[in-house]
Structure formats: C-alpha cells, structure tokens
C-alpha cells in the first residue's frame, strides 16, 4: 500500500496532537470539521490521515491499520481514540459498547442552565432524513415514540461570564448527537450549534462542544488510563 506523503507542516501538526499512542492505539486530539472516518462527501478522514502519518514517521512498508471503535461528529472536537491493532479495536468496541469508558465533554452555551448542575434524562429518537433526534421527557403518560432509547447524562457549571457559561458533561450513554439534543431539550444549546437551535453559527463552522477527558482500562495492558485534550476558548470567555 502506497501512502500520500504528508507536507512538513501537516505532518508536524498531526504530531502535535497526538494525545498518546502505544502499539495498540491512537488517542487523538480533532479539530471541529474534521471527520473520523469517511463519508458521502468524499473529504479525507483522520482514519487515513493517520495511516500515512505512522507510515511516513516509522517508515512502515505494507498497510497501517488504523480502526475506529469511537467516532465524534464532524463538528465536535476532542478526544478520538484509534486501535492499531484488531485485537484492541475488537475490545474497545466491546468496552463502548457497554459503557465502561468514562467520556467527559466541555460545551459553551449562551443561556444558563437550570438549575446550574444536575441530571438529563430523556428518550432520544433519531431522525435518519434530518440526520438530528429529538428528545421526549421522562414522564408518566408521556408519549415516547417507537425505537426511541433512553438517553442520560450528567452536567455542572464550571465557569459563566457575562455571555457565555461552560458546562461539563459526563455522558453516561451513546445516543446520536446526545448531547446537542439533551442541552437543547432544556433551553441550552450549544455555541454555533444551528441544527440544535443556537442563533448563529460560529466563525470556523463547529460547534462549542469539545470532548475533553477520557478513562479507560487499557484494552490489553489492563492499566487504567486517562487523557485529556486542551482546547483554548479563553478568547470566547473574555468578551
């Protein structure tokens, strides 16, 4: 298999953010916009990026394996872990699966939540032709639709400013866009995220959801591992 050849400059960049990395795994820190793996626009994913990344910094002949066992949307940015091997791929697929990877995420929302911390619990329905779901409370005689699945998460507030309040979240399921759709569903939703109702889109694209830390049993080691992935929103706090 014959890889692109990565400029300098990108090359530096993609070595930049790797977050941590072993024989069995990538850990990642991606850009809003970036996409995972590949899709219908036909845009290089980070998937293939990576593979001619490992292959021209270790000068590797033959295929890179690089699977995805965790995806993040095109618009979120953060923590993305790639396994370099089948056999850690086949485990971090189980480990999601069952929810035993704890996944933290940072957003920015220009309304308060109420009250300032708390639980989200709703059934989420996806909607395959809006590529968005829609959130139903928890309710006695409330209507839930058919093929609708419970949804939770836990929030608190971190940090508010004249115009903008950042919320941690740890999710506590893996629901399409779950955390847009649950933070919207309260009256929050999330800084250039139009889909999910925010006024306006932010200047680059994404959206003001970041995936911040992550921990993990290692697949194979058996070590218990967390990484985090900066993201500097500082200039957005200050106005």
């Not at 998937?47 to 033959?62: C, I, M, N, W």
């Not at 965790?70 to 485990?91: C, M, N, Q, W, Y």
């Not at 035993?100 to 940072?106: A, E, G, L, P, T």
């Not at 809006?130 to 971190?158: D, F, I, M, W």
Request: charged share 30%; with cysteine; hydrophobic share 35%.
């Amino acid at each position: 298999m014959i890889y692109r050849k990565l400029s300098e400059n990108e090359f530096e960049d993609i070595a930049s953010r790797i977050l941590y990395e072993d024989n069995h795994m990538l850990i990642f820190n991606k850009r809003g916009g970036e996409i995972v793996q590949g899709d219908k626009t036909g845009d290089e994913p980070l998937s293939e990026t990576l593979k001619a990344f490992v292959a021209q910094r270790d000068s590797k002949p033959g295929n890179v394996f690089m699977g995805v066992p965790h995806r993040l949307d095109r618009p979120v940015s953060g923590i993305t872990i790639f396994a370099k091997r089948s056999k850690s791929l086949e485990r971090l697929n189980t480990m999601f699966r069952e929810g035993s990877v704890q996944k933290y995420y940072w957003a920015l929302t220009a309304v308060s939540p109420e009250p300032l911390e708390g639980e989200l619990v709703h059934f989420l329905k996806k909607n395959e032709n809006q590529n968005r779901s829609y959130a139903y409370p928890v309710a006695a005689g409330a209507r839930v639709p058919e093929g609708a699945k419970e949804a939770r998460l836990r929030y608190k507030t971190l940090e508010q400013t004249e115009r903008y309040w950042l919320i941690e979240v740890e999710l506590l399921t893996g629901r399409h866009h779950q955390i847009r759709c649950q933070l919207s569903a309260i009256g929050c939703p999330i800084k250039g995220d139009l889909k999910y109702g925010a006024r306006r889109s932010n200047p680059d694209g994404g959206i003001s959801l970041h995936a911040r830390r992550l921990s993990l049993i290692h697949p194979v080691t058996k070590e218990p591992l967390t990484v985090e992935a900066p993201v500097d929103w500082s200039p957005i706090l200050k106005r």
